[in-house]
């Protein structure tokens, strides 16, 4: 049978640091706020300068992942490109990042599942792979949120949480017997609580999208969040379908290595760990340096976590969770060979 197999793994982040002390520059804010609430310490946001977008940021880590995987660009015959925050209306992110390898027919399929993106994305390699259909992929989660943030007080909230970033998968398709490569996927969606977390415009429900007369300070430009209650959310949510992703998987949650959860704040992952009844060095964390990377934030931590040699080896079993925008959550397991 047809497994999915990380070969290789890339990130890329903007070099230009934000620290929590730079926001106070422009909103009223603090750094002891900012790290008691969410952990974080800084973020990576790109400037005028870098005339990055969400495909570019991609197009760097999916470079790193295909030296890692020994692949070139002509290799892929899938590419998938997960990100909330795509460089123009369209076409997608994964059209300009497979202009940006030189690539002219290889298929590329957006997805737009924000925090979950990941999840959903290596789902999709996985079908795509045990189909027949594709048998080397490129998954790649990318955001550039810093340019869609509301820099003034009133944003503070969502703006303190989230960072520029990319990380990208090289997935192969490898027929053995053995229970290796993603071996389980529980995936959700509820639209009812789509209003907790948006960005409203540029809006096609509306006759016109950009509408007459409004001020480009119009708050249904920023993102809106929910805090709170998406915290709640989280909080209820990620253990349960933690398990359900277990009982897909035939494992206990003993049997896991390596709990990788989305990075949108600390508190949620460690209230998470404390609801399982985890051991702290279980969860991986590395939001006190990037922020809120949404599509990115899972394949980023997984890419830290292989370079640090803190997983992936033969039999290592890693778990990934999230929960965000749509709402969407979900959680995978995968096994390295
Ligand atoms: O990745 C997508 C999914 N998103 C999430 O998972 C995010 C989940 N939510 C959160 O991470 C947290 O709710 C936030 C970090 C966004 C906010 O933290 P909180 O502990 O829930 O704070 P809060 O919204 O309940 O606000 C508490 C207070 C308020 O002031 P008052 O009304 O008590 O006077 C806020 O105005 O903190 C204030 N506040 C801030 N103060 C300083 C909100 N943001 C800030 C800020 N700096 N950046």
């Not at 053995?176 to 071996?183: A, M, P």
């Not at 430009?221 to 929910?226: I, Q, S």
């Not at 992703?245 to 209230?271: F, M, T, W």
């Not at 590395?286 to 640090?308: C, Q, R």
Request: charged share 20%.
């Amino acid at each position: 049978m047809k497994k999915s197999i990380i070969r290789g793994s890339g990130f890329f982040v903007p070099p230009h640091i934000v620290t929590n002390e730079d926001l106070t520059q422009f909103m009223d804010t603090s750094d002891e706020w900012i790290r008691q609430r969410t952990g974080i310490h800084q973020r990576h946001w790109v400037t005028e300068e870098d005339m990055y977008g969400a495909s570019d940021l991609g197009t760097h880590a999916a470079r790193m992942a295909l030296d890692k995987a020994g692949w070139g660009p002509e290799d892929l015959d899938f590419i998938i490109f997960a990100t909330l925050s795509p460089d123009i209306m369209f076409p997608g992110g994964g059209c300009l990042l497979a202009r940006n390898l030189e690539l002219n027919a290889t298929p590329a399929l957006d997805i737009r599942q924000q925090c979950t993106g990941f999840l959903y994305g290596f789902a999709t390699a996985d079908s795509y792979i045990k189909s027949g259909l594709a048998s080397k992929i490129l998954l790649v989660g990318a955001e550039v949120h810093s340019t869609g943030l509301d820099k003034s007080t009133r944003g503070r909230d969502v703006t303190v949480i989230f960072g520029d970033g990319a990380a990208a998968l090289c997935i192969e398709a490898v027929d053995t017997d053995e229970n290796v490569g993603l071996i389980a996927s529980a995936l959700h969606a509820d639209g009812h609580f789509a209003e907790a977390l948006k960005t409203e415009l540029p809006a096609s429900n509306l006759i016109k999208r950009l509408p007459d007369g409004i001020s480009t300070d119009d708050p249904r430009y920023f993102p809106f969040m929910d805090g709170p209650g998406i915290f709640k959310k989280a909080v209820r949510m990620l253990p349960k379908v933690t398990k359900e992703a277990l009982e897909k998987a035939g494992l206990a949650l003993s049997d896991v290595d390596l709990i990788i959860p989305h990075q949108a704040n600390k508190r949620i992952n460690q209230a998470y760990g404390q609801f399982l009844k985890l051991p702290e060095d279980k969860i991986f964390h590395n939001i006190e340096k990037y922020g809120n990377t949404t599509a990115a934030s899972i394949p980023l931590a997984l890419h830290e976590a292989i370079e640090t040699g803190r997983i992936g080896k033969s039999g290592d079993v890693v778990l990934f969770t999230g929960l965000g925008a749509g709402l969407t959550w979900g959680a995978s397991i995968y096994i390295f060979p």
